[in-house]
């Protein structure tokens, strides 16, 4: 939620937590949109973040196999989950970003609106960017 992804960017945002490592079990989703926005900050344009979403397609193979071999999975029935709850499809990342845009104008704008300071954002591109 927004909440989740506000938090990943204020810890990014403060220099004394670098450096800074940050993921997920399967780090698709998520780490995905925490990704997504961090990049759309820093100015990178929606069809490079996408391109970027959808090489995790490729690095899920062994957590897959791991998931649907492990019994834990089985009991909990993910393992049984169809292909595409796996998938990182570079169109859905697209769609995210576009609403996105549409509904606060930027991933600034958005983050902005949800309390993440000018200076913050600064910082960001400052730690990330120099």
């Given at each position: ?53 959808h ?24 393992a ?27 991933a ?7 309390g993440?300071?000018a ?12």
């Amino acid at each position: 939620n927004g909440d989740s992804v506000m938090m990943a960017l204020r810890e990014i945002a403060a220099p004394e937590r670098h450096p800074v490592v940050y993921h997920c079990t399967a780090g698709k989703d998520r780490t995905g949109i925490v990704t997504a926005m961090l990049l759309a900050i820093l100015g990178v344009d929606h069809e490079t973040i996408a391109a970027d979403y959808h090489v995790t397609t490729a690095n899920m193979v062994p957590i897959i196999e791991r998931i649907r071999s492990a019994q834990v999975y089985k009991d909990n029935g993910l393992a049984d989950a169809p292909d595409w709850i796996f998938a990182s499809d570079p169109a859905t990342m697209l769609a995210f970003l576009d609403r996105m845009t549409k509904m606060y104008g930027s991933a600034e704008a958005w983050a902005l609106q949800r309390g993440l300071s000018a200076d913050e954002i600064a910082s960001i591109r400052s730690l990330l960017l120099d």
